[in-house]
């Protein structure tokens, strides 16, 4: 079935004037992956290979430019969509709007180049009040028919209306018009054009609507959702690895809201369906000769599959993998050159844990970056600079950290906390330093291990006693490397520097050719119209307080512990030469002394501060620093979890940056969280006027990163995005005249 809707000439395929707007995938689409998205072509490709998948039909990107002509769905789109559910109520023997058996679908977006979580998805669409009574009769089950249409009324007021007061209309047709027409108007969100601006996809490619009939995860205990993988995408073992969610739905396993259940649980539960799944996941290897990544529907016992596609992996999967493959032949010894990265060698060829000696840990934690190092325990940060200076191995061990232990943990070679987890400071720092650090030992650690020699263990989470010796890298990782420096025609040790080449030359040849075909951008170059909403650093808004006019100077030295006078300058948007002298004021006033790294505060200048801040809070609102502070909380645990992201893909996987749509879309996250946060942070500014240049801070970092210096995210020795997002924390936990410790101890400030 294919419905055309006339001539529709796209800027990027002007050879296509008479292509279908709307198709049915039902394994004989020959459209091309441009023209249908990954997500289309994916369920038609399996219905093409005999795997089960519910029926589909999709609006293609023809589809998508027309609507961004008109508006609006034209008529003769309007009569294809009719169509492509007639031959879903065809296919399932069940009715669109239909009181009796009545057909619900899901309503996806799907671009040809992946945008992962950056458009909009509606599921159980079709649902109302008489298709929950008619679910309900059918099953016998309230849970479920009221489950569905819970999930479905969140979502459309979400998606569609932007309004969780909204009221859904109960036409199911008006609601299949308001899904597509939103999760068209998708590919222009936020987020969407931040993606396509940090990738350097061009805006005229569009994005595809797949249509598809629902199978329900959540009906009852023989039903679920999961996702699998042919191979073990973090060792890169040949045994299947998946988990599956009882009762789940949709995106429930891959949210992390929930935690779902190892695969094997449902070998148990539903042999019949896990034996159908694993012969599917070997039958899309095979065809797609890479690791698969396959999510599925079990309902009522029975297995469909939703989507297949190459899946993301570790590094040492992915030397595995290449190697095997070659092995099986499903590959060539060229390919599996081209699938391992030069960071990805090098990371296999770390150790990252120690021997065991047989001895208790003297304190275990959380891993939070992985990596083995020895030396003798300080408790400052101050002191840990001295004798690392001085040529000494120190492990910095304290019970939470902040932005003034910068300069310490610099030094450290590794880091330990009582304090925190994955998220808090000392793990985003010391994975951006690449210190091994074991966070969250628990209280009394920073007493029992004061001067005592250790050796941290960031991968295992432990502190051992005395030097302890790295395992050797297994000899599996180094018969596969050999065998990948074989085919290279180099030594083991010449190989990471010959697959750096090699991906720089094709990167080079990649960027070149986009360029020539479609004048699109390559990653990281913006326009600068499409920049976010930016104040100059020189603006009038950043000058300093004339109450207060040496506390933005002294604070800023000290939260940032060592610091050169030029760098306070771009930071507080202040003319250098004038910021120099009244530093050197400082020094002479015997507030701030000098060190090799930069300015200090002495304890002088720490009282000064503490009083000026004192004076501060007086003159400021305090209900408003109060509710300021407050929402900012609700900000700060989004930006854990995205540099979080940023540096680590799992909490056994560091990110090693090989994977750019990964990288890609974390940015956008934070792209999106800048949006959203710009606001209250320019209402600080007018409570507090000391706190006026953080815009301009955090601007300049944005601006950073979107012209493709990505250590503008988080690295702590310059005005990063992460850096001067806890410098603001340090600042409102002052302003509101509370202190780290307390709200170290409350979870808000590790």
């Known amino acids: 079935m294919t419905t055309g809707v006339g001539p529709v000439e796209l800027p990027d395929h002007p050879d296509q004037v008479n292509a279908p707007s709307v198709a049915e995938l039902d394994g004989t689409c020959a459209l091309s992956r441009d023209r249908v998205g990954g997500k289309a072509w994916s369920v038609n490709h399996m219905r093409a290979l005999g795997l089960p998948v519910p029926p589909a039909f999709v609006l293609t990107t023809e589809a998508w430019a027309e609507f961004g002509v008109h508006g609006d769905l034209s008529a003769a789109v309007w009569a294809g969509v009719r169509d492509g559910i007639a031959a879903l109520e065809r296919g399932t023997g069940r009715e669109f709007g239909a009181a009796d058996r009545p057909l619900l679908v899901s309503v996806r977006s799907g671009a040809a180049v992946s945008m992962p979580g950056m458009m909009d998805t509606v599921l159980n669409l079709g649902m109302n009040t008489a298709a929950e009574r008619a679910l309900l009769s059918e099953t016998g089950s309230p849970s479920y028919a009221s489950d569905t249409h819970r999930r479905f009324l969140a979502q459309y007021r979400e998606i569609v209306l932007g309004d969780p007061r909204a009221e859904v209309p109960e036409d199911p047709w008006e609601q299949l018009r308001g899904a597509i027409t939103a999760v068209f108007r998708s590919w222009d969100s936020a987020r969407a054009k931040a993606y396509r601006r940090h990738r350097g996809v061009s805006a005229a490619l569009g994005t595809a609507v797949t249509v598809q009939a629902m199978v329900f995860g959540n009906l ?95 590094a040492r999967a992915a030397v595995r993998a290449a190697v095997s493959m070659v092995d099986e032949g499903l590959i060539d010894a060229e390919e599996a050159l081209r699938r391992v990265g030069a960071d990805q060698l090098r990371t296999v060829l770390r150790p990252e844990s120690g021997t065991d000696t047989g001895a208790m840990p003297l304190a275990r934690g959380e891993s939070a970056c992985p990596g083995l190092a020895a030396g003798v325990v300080v408790t400052d940060p101050d002191e840990a600079e001295t004798r690392a200076a001085n040529g000494e191995d120190v492990i910095l061990v304290r019970a939470t950290t902040s932005p003034d232990d910068l300069h310490g943990m610099i030094a450290a070679r590794a880091i330990v906390t009582e304090l925190g987890g994955a998220t808090s400071h000392a793990a985003l720092v010391s994975r951006e330093l690449g210190r091994p650090c074991v966070v969250g030992c628990g209280p009394g650690v920073v007493a029992a291990l004061a001067g005592r020699i250790v050796t941290v263990d960031g991968g295992a989470g432990v502190v051992l006693l005395g030097e302890v010796a790295g395992k050797p890298v297994e000899q599996a990782v180094i018969e596969d490397v050999a065998r990948l420096a074989a085919w290279a025609t180099v030594d083991p040790g010449e190989l990471p520097a010959a697959l750096a080449a ?229 600042d409102l936990i002052a302003l509101a005249g509370l202190t780290r410790a307390d709200e170290a101890a409350a979870g808000r400030a590790h």
């Open 220 to 314: 009852d205990a023989h039903s679920g959702t999961g996702v699998l993988f042919s191979r073990n995408p973090n060792t890169g073992a040949p045994q299947p690895f998946g988990e599956w969610l009882v009762g789940g739905q949709g995106e429930d396993v891959v949210s992390g809201r929930t935690t779902p259940r190892p695969l094997r649980d449902l070998a148990e539960v539903l042999p019949e369906a896990h034996a159908q799944l694993l012969d599917a996941a070997a039958l899309l290897e095979r065809d797609g000769r890479d690791i698969q990544d396959i999510e599925f529907t079990v309902q009522a016992g029975r297995l469909w599959l939703l989507q297949a596609r190459p899946a993301k992996r570790s």
């Open 502 to 730: 090699r991906s720089g030359a094709d990167e080079s040849r990649s960027s070149a050719a986009d360029s020539a075909d479609n004048g699109t951008m390559t990653a990281g170059t913006l326009p600068a119209s499409d920049a976010l909403p930016r104040t100059t650093p020189h603006d009038s808004q950043t000058q300093p307080t004339t109450e207060t006019p040496d506390l933005a100077l002294l604070r800023l030295i000290g939260i940032k512990g060592r610091v050169r006078p030029e760098a306070v300058a771009t930071s507080l948007g202040q003319p250098e030469y004038e910021t120099v002298c009244r530093c050197a004021d400082l020094v002479d006033q015997g507030w701030c002394a000098n060190t090799p790294a930069g300015l200090r505060l002495t304890p002088e200048g720490r009282e000064q501060v503490a009083a000026l801040l004192e004076q501060e809070r007086g003159q400021v609102d305090s209900n408003a620093v109060t509710a300021i502070y407050e929402e900012f909380c609700g900000f700060n645990g989004e930006l854990k979890e995205v540099i979080t992201a940023w540096q680590m893909k799992d909490a056994a996987t560091p990110n090693d940056h090989a994977d750019s749509d990964y990288d890609a879309a974390v940015l956008g996250r934070l792209l999106g969280l800048h949006e959203r946060v710009t606001p209250l942070i320019r209402w600080i500014g007018s409570i507090a006027p000391r706190l006026r240049p953080y815009p301009a801070r955090f601007d300049d970092a944005v601006a950073k990163i979107q012209a493709g210096d990505h250590l503008w995210v988080a690295r702590p020795i310059i005005d990063s995005y992460h850096t001067v997002w806890f410098e603001l924390h340090e």
